[in-house]
């Protein structure tokens, strides 16, 4: 069974940073591509970021380069997002995924879905 847990959300302030986990059991960490995810209330989801198998390569969306970054240690079986200077808009659930081979940033590519994680950004 495929688990993705996510966890390091919570409540901070803007300008505040945060790294979010996701550990994955069940499957060969190590042949999927990962990627985040994010969900602001009353908005669909949107990608964040990905990584590929090796972490060779990553990509994220236009408007948060420069202050996210995706990593991952596949000997740990988990990926990471580290967020730096939050803003009250980047308040959302934070979703892990998992996808199989191939590297994209569509939602219905991906395999397996964390459960998610709030981050809250005060004003």
């Known amino acids: 069974q495929v688990q993705l847990v996510e966890s390091g959300g919570g409540l901070v302030q803007a300008g505040d940073s945060l790294r979010l986990s996701c550990a994955a059991s069940?499957?060969?960490?190590?042949?999927?591509?990962m990627g985040w995810f994010r969900q602001a209330p009353g908005k669909e989801r949107e990608f964040v970021a990905l990584i590929t198998w090796s972490g060779g390569s990553t990509d994220y969306a236009d408007t948060l380069k420069g202050r996210f970054t995706i990593s991952r240690d596949n000997a740990k079986n988990t990926v990471y997002l580290q967020m730096n200077s939050l803003k009250p808009e980047d308040t959302a659930v934070y979703y892990c995924a998992a996808a199989h081979v191939i590297v994209t940033r569509i939602e219905y590519e991906y395999d397996y879905w964390g459960q998610g994680t709030q981050v809250t950004v005060s004003s």
């Open positions: 069940g499957l060969i960490f190590s042949r999927y591509a």
